[in-house]
């Protein structure tokens, strides 16, 4: 024990005077070799032995006060005190390592956290002298090495998780918002999602990466990585971008043990920056969505004025006996009482449809009864169910007088009137609904006039309207793409295609050749069918206006369809679309590698036994995939295909593909691999996808594991 004891005094001398001396010439402490920027992250670790081992002793300390004159429990003590002022010593020594490392900036909390800690190293060694000498002045030093232990670890607190990390709790919350439309959308929905998640590594105390995220400026800054915002493009925004990488990725923040963003702040932060990155505008000016508003709702605890009622449920046996084959009745939710009414296409309304929703006339919030034969008589009993906020009503024949009757209902926010018989006298009675915040106007005979100027007496208000084009030879509006429904672009004998435009004078012209449509093209009058390889493409005409974009749509008609699939290795957990089918289901991926129908493998290959139920004759086969280099999604390095005529028999292989990319792609693309050969009768096929393992040198993240992302197989 006594030469324990002694070598551990003379290690701490000697770790003390190595402390001071790098205190004093530490301005010399720069461009640390790499083994010591590593002695000098092992600090968090290490900092939590000396401050257990000092509130041991001073427990040993009170139960050995009756054992003064004992030596062996005095023994014990000087070397557990001994082991605390060893383990204090090099905790100092490796945070001073750190201090120096370039991940903090030397802000005030620092500055003191580091001298303060020093100091507790030194008095640790101090004590073990004066333990056996001056009991007095022991115990009076050991009470300022706890108080400084305590200052220490508040301030080194605060540089960790920001300022007022130990203290938040007991601080008053901020009002909760009580108008969600009235909030300031940056300080009152996003900093407070990068004070918790964020502001631990960024702020003025450390900085990683040389980012600041607590003032505007800081943030509009960015980092040594360039500016995290791009405003109007979350995407290519570094601050949004490395929140989603895969957890595994070196780039992931926040880091992997640290509190993750939950979907719905990433969903708030992805809005805000596509919206503009503003930091003084306030949330109806930036006009969400009904999703976002529920986020922000959701996330801060704000009620809307309908929830303050605590409207109570419907009985289950109400909505099931008011719910039928011509009338929708369902509770929207089962933690919320609120009630939605469809009624839309009845050419037959009759009264008694409306009035038998008396019973439950306090819950229903969402009417639809667009197409209907809705009329002002009718609208009147609407306007007794009082808590409703969605109204459709378009195609109807309503007018300025059903409007008027409908004005008490306060808690209305959307309205949809397009088509209706409403003129610009229906615009005063719109100023009575006091939560409107959408409503729609198409092919009304309101002119365009009133319309801007009933939008610019309500802030925050999105209307919609067909614009008046009639004297403009300078401007054309431009249609938007009409809805095209395609049951599957890969079939075996034939698909079909359904087009829709929301504007009844609208004209939608097709071709099936890849050309693009023009005034002579086909005309779409009924849902058509292709039995053939072909391009559709389609786009919306109307006189007086700019057509729509042209889109376009490949059409595949497989030859043969697997019967079996088996996939060697599972992919990633999070992209597992429908396992080994997957390959063989004829449902072809979009150009979002996260829509559910792509395989995804993390810097893995992927193999696939496929199986075509009998021997066919074969000369080619395909392998679809997608490339998205921004999101780290690669082609496969190369793509081999094996196969077989018969169970057991191995397999030959029949060619590879070689698809490494080799330069940066900006957009997300969709991409074949074609492996030709001789033709050959074969049942079973082998393919794998080769995956790069790690990012190239010519890509943003060079060295990172990459993705690959498959779909479907094809045999030809």
């Given at each position: ?83 605390a ?165 070196d ?26 990155a ?10 969400p ?26 009985s289950?046996k ?97 309205l949809?009137?397009s ?24 092919e ?14 309500r ?70 069918q ?7 493409k ?137 492996c ?31 993705w ?9």
């Amino acid at each position: 024990m006594t030469r324990i004891k002694s070598i551990l005094l003379n290690l701490i001398f000697f770790l003390n005077v190595l402390l001071v001396f790098f205190w004093v010439f530490e301005s010399k402490l720069t461009h640390l070799p790499t083994w010591l920027q590593v002695a000098g992250r092992l600090h968090p670790m290490v900092l939590h032995f000396p401050i257990a081992l000092l509130i041991v002793t001073v427990l040993f300390e009170w139960m050995g006060r009756n054992h003064v004159a004992d030596a062996s429990w005095n023994e014990k003590v000087e070397l557990l005190i001994s082991v605390a002022a060893f383990s204090a010593t090099i905790t100092a020594i490796f945070g001073l390592l750190l201090f120096h490392s370039g991940d903090y900036i030397s802000g005030p909390d620092l500055l003191w956290h580091k001298r303060i800690g020093i100091i507790t190293a030194l008095l640790a060694g101090i004590l073990v002298w004066l333990r056996n000498k001056q009991r007095t002045v022991y115990w009076v030093t050991f009470l300022v090495g706890i108080f400084t232990v305590v200052i220490a670890g508040h301030l080194g607190a605060s540089v960790t998780h920001g300022e007022g990390f130990i203290t938040a709790p007991l601080k008053e919350k901020k009002d909760k918002i009580k108008n969600i439309d009235e909030a300031v959308v940056f300080p009152d929905f996003i900093q407070p999602i990068l004070n918790e998640k964020c502001i631990g590594c960024h702020n003025p105390n450390k900085s990683k990466g040389d980012l600041l995220l607590t003032t505007r400026e800081n943030i509009l800054k960015g980092g040594k990585d360039g500016k995290v915002i791009v405003v109007g493009n979350p995407d290519s925004s570094l601050l949004y971008r490395y929140l989603v990488l895969p957890m595994l990725d070196d780039k992931h923040m926040p880091p992997e043990g640290k509190p993750q963003l939950e979907t719905s702040e990433l969903r708030l932060l992805y809005w805000w920056i596509l919206s503009g990155a503003t930091f003084d505008k306030k949330f109806a000016e930036l006009k969400p969505v009904d999703s976002i508003r529920s986020i922000a709702k959701t996330l801060y605890g704000i009620s809307s004025p309908l929830e303050e009622l605590k409207i109570p449920f419907a009985s289950e046996k109400t909505i099931a006996k008011l719910n039928n084959i011509q009338r929708g009745v369902r509770q929207i939710s089962l933690d919320q009482p609120y009630i939605d009414v469809f009624l839309a296409n009845r050419k037959d309304l009759k009264q008694s449809d409306l009035e038998q929703l008396s019973d439950v006339k306090d819950q229903i919030i969402s009417v639809d009864l667009s197409n209907s034969s809705l009329n002002d008589d009718l609208v009147k009993i609407i306007a007794g169910f009082p808590h409703i906020q969605k109204l459709f009503i378009e195609n109807t024949d309503v007018s300025d007088k059903g409007i008027q009757t409908l004005a008490g209902l306060k808690y209305l926010e959307y309205l949809n009137i397009s088509r209706t018989n409403v003129s610009e006298k229906a615009l005063p009675s719109l100023q009575n609904f006091p939560s409107l915040r959408r409503v729609y106007f198409y092919e009304t005979n309101i002119p365009v006039a009133d319309l801007k100027a009933y939008q610019q007496s309500r802030m925050g208000l999105t209307i919609g309207y067909t614009p008046d084009l009639s004297t403009d030879t300078a401007f054309r509006g431009r249609l938007t793409d009409p809805t095209v429904k395609i049951d599957s672009n890969i079939f075996l004998n034939y698909a079909s295609i359904d087009m829709s435009y929301r504007l009844k004078s609208v004209q939608i012209r097709y071709t099936l050749n890849g050309k693009d449509p023009d005034s002579s093209s086909i005309l779409y009058e009924k849902p058509l069918q292709v039995d053939s390889n072909c391009v559709v493409k389609v786009r919306a005409t109307r006189s007086g206006w700019i057509n729509s974009p042209v889109q376009t749509f490949k059409m595949k008609k497989a030859k043969y369809k697997f019967a079996d699939a088996h996939l060697a290795k599972e992919p990633d957990k999070k992209y597992i679309a429908r396992m080994d089918t997957t390959l063989i289901d004829l449902q072809e991926g979009t150009e979002s590698f996260s829509d559910g129908k792509y395989l995804g493998y993390y810097g893995d290959d992927m193999e696939a036994k496929l199986d075509l139920g009998a021997e066919q004759k074969i000369s080619k086969i395909s392998l679809g995939y997608i490339i998205d280099h921004g999101s780290f999604v690669m082609s496969p390095k190369m793509v081999e295909v094996w196969g077989s005529n018969k169970e057991g028999v191995p397999m030959k292989k029949l060619g590879t593909v070689i698809t490494e990319d080799l330069k940066m792609r900006k957009d997300p693309a969709k991409a074949y691999a074609s492996c030709k050969f001789s033709p050959q009768k074969l049942r079973w096929i082998e393919v794998r996808a080769i995956n790069m393992g790690k990012l190239p040198k010519w890509h943003p993240s060079k060295g990172s594991k990459s993705w690959i992302f498959l779909d479907e197989v094809f045999a030809e």
